[in-house]
């Protein structure tokens, strides 16, 4: 998603939209996901989506859709494993701290992120004309256990730290099960239909259970800032915050959306987080432009732009002091190689 510094584009100040999202499904017209807040009943995403809940723990969401606005929609997630498999087009999500982007215009990806414990969920949607087509598998934690039997040790830590994160490009066995997945709408038969629905979930789970169980943990670790507990009582605020960082956050927006003063967000976050929102939201902006120079190999200016630095010697000065090297040292640097941020999944494939 292209952003624009708000400080050089004053309409900027007319945020994306925050809001919660319900699903609508017809028989003889396009499904819609829709707005259940700010704008009630507005389309947000359209196309056709898929929906199914089994009892031995596994959700099956799937879908091909257009999104038709800029909005940010809210909501919270786990404990389980959420597993995306993007067959088409560019999303992108995060959980508490944690932010990702899916590019499946050169090749379809897939992610798995493990929620240990309840955390705010968002998602970032973008106006645009790409098709966006993509299976989700919601895994409750009981369906592991099997038997009492003690899982493999690489599994048993995954499932263990919260927001393990583990990336992989598809092998065609699992892309044909995705198509599969997709295309079962056209089965009459609903008890045919879900049983297809919930087998073909069971064999991906099978197929990431055999890759997780061949890695080495270290490999699915959180970033550091990723593994930080949020309070409960900061995790609305904290989800709003990552939503919004790539615009001009005003505190007094920030405590207003948060209902309660600023005095009071400021005293909870120093205690909450050992820092003020202002610090909070500077670190992760630095940390978003270390981590899209990584992924997306952007250059040093538009690393700065996006940070809303108006002088590049300025965003180059913040940024050495947080990790230690330039920007333009930041992909040879052996330190940053070496140290656990860049051990994640995320840099051993491809995101």
């Known amino acids: 998603m292209k952003v624009t510094n708000p400080e050089k584009n004053p309409s900027n100040t007319l945020r994306k939209r925050v809001v919660m999202a319900r699903l609508s499904q017809h028989s003889h017209c396009a499904d819609r996901i829709l707005s259940d807040n700010r704008q009630p009943n507005e389309t ?91 299976v989700n598998l919601l895994v409750n934690p009981e369906w592991f256990d099997k038997n009492n039997l003690s899982l493999p040790e690489p599994l048993s830590q995954f499932l263990q730290t919260h927001l393990a994160r583990w990336r992989w490009q598809p092998d065609q066995e699992m892309l044909h099960l995705c198509e599969e997945i997709l295309a079962v709408e056209q089965v009459d038969d609903p008890w045919l239909h879900q049983l297809m629905l919930e087998s073909r979930g069971q064999q991906i789970l099978i197929k990431l259970c055999r890759q997780l169980v061949n890695s080495e943990s270290a490999q699915f670790q959180p970033r550091n800032h990723e593994m930080q507990q949020i309070p409960d009582q900061l995790s609305g605020v904290v989800a709003y915050l990552e939503a919004h960082l790539h615009h ?98 995320a840099f051993h494939h491809e995101s």
């Open 44 to 134: 947000l995403l359209e196309g056709k989506f898929q929906y199914s809940q089994f009892r031995s723990g596994l959700i099956v969401q799937a879908g091909t859709f257009h999104e038709l606005v800029d909005a940010d929609v809210l909501s919270n997630a786990g404990p389980c494993v959420c597993i995306t498999l993007l067959l088409a087009g560019r999303i992108r999500f995060g959980y508490d701290a944690m932010d990702n982007v899916l590019d499946a215009r050169d090749g379809a990806k897939a992610i798995a992120v493990n929620l240990a414990r309840q955390c705010a969920f968002r998602r970032h949607i973008v106006a645009n004309a790409q098709e966006i087509r993509k």
């Open 248 to 345: 001009d956050v005003r505190l007094q927006e920030v405590a207003s959306a948060s209902a309660m003063s600023v005095s009071v967000l400021q005293r909870r976050f120093r205690t909450g987080l050992g820092c003020t929102v202002f610090d909070y939201v500077r670190n992760r902006r630095l940390e978003k432009a270390r981590d899209m120079m990584q992924l997306e190999n952007i250059s040093v200016s538009e690393a700065a732009y996006l940070c809303g630095y108006h002088h590049p010697s300025n965003f180059i000065t913040a940024f050495k002091r947080k990790f230690g090297v330039t920007p333009g040292e930041c992909g040879a640097s052996a330190g940053m190689a070496d140290s656990p941020v860049f051990k994640n999944s």
